[in-house]
């Protein structure tokens, strides 16, 4: 399977060059068109109803659509909000990313949870997809996307709604953007996220909450 990825960083799309017989996984809704040899099926994200469910957990959708070639066609595939697209080659590895950040892959790529409510309220994780096995994966984010590598101990602090993935090789901790809670108001921020390397982190440049927070005030509401 060949691949394409233009008009990046923010309109960006993914246009799949699929040889007759060749299949993919990706996120409902995120075709944007594709050759008549192409044929569409829905499937659960996850292995057994364990497994999509531990996806779905995870901040993925319960069912995936599935592309199949029955003759050489094209698929060609958008996020859902203005953003780009990262191409990540896994050999046998693990990914973990933030809910929704998974737009497409082999399909033998399997989807679950990591990380626990326990820990989330204790401030020593939260709940990311794993991506684990062997293929081409795609990721999208909102706003252009930002690879950087951290060498063995290397730390790097990531505000939360601006982190979209990383290697299972980098050690991470969910804490409060500042000492004490005035500094975390004032300060405007809220979570981060405290990678330790080594290992790859991606960054979105733009934080999709903090644009719905701005838009909200112009948004009309009906009261009952």
Known sequence: MKHTIQH???????????????????EPGAMVSMSPSIELQAKTSGKG?????????????????????????????????????????????????????????????????????????????????????TGDLFLNCYGAMVQKMLAPGENYIIDSGHLVAFDETVQ???????????????SGEGLVVSCTGPGRVWVQTRNLRSFANLLSPFIARTTS
Do not use: C, M, W
Not at 9 to 23: A, C, I, M, Y
Not at 172 to 186: E, I, K, N
């Open 172 to 186: 991470y901790q969910v804490r409060a953007a500042a000492a004490g809670l005035f500094s975390t108001l004032a």
């Open 49 to 133: 109803i364990l497994g999509t469910l531990a996806a779905a957990v995870g901040g993925e959708s319960l069912f995936g659509s599935v592309f199949t070639a029955i003759n050489d066609g094209e698929v060609v595939l958008a996020p859902g909000v203005p953003g780009d697209i990262a191409h990540l080659v896994l050999n046998g590895n693990t990914v973990f990313a933030q809910g929704g950040a998974y737009l497409a892959g082999a399909e033998a790529l399997v989807l679950s949870t990591q990380g626990s409510l326990r820990s989330f309220i204790g401030g020593q994780g939260l709940f990311l997809s794993k991506i684990s096995g």
């Open 8 to 26: 990046a960083p923010v309109f960006t799309t993914l246009t799949l060059h699929l040889s007759r017989g060749e299949k993919f996984k990706a």
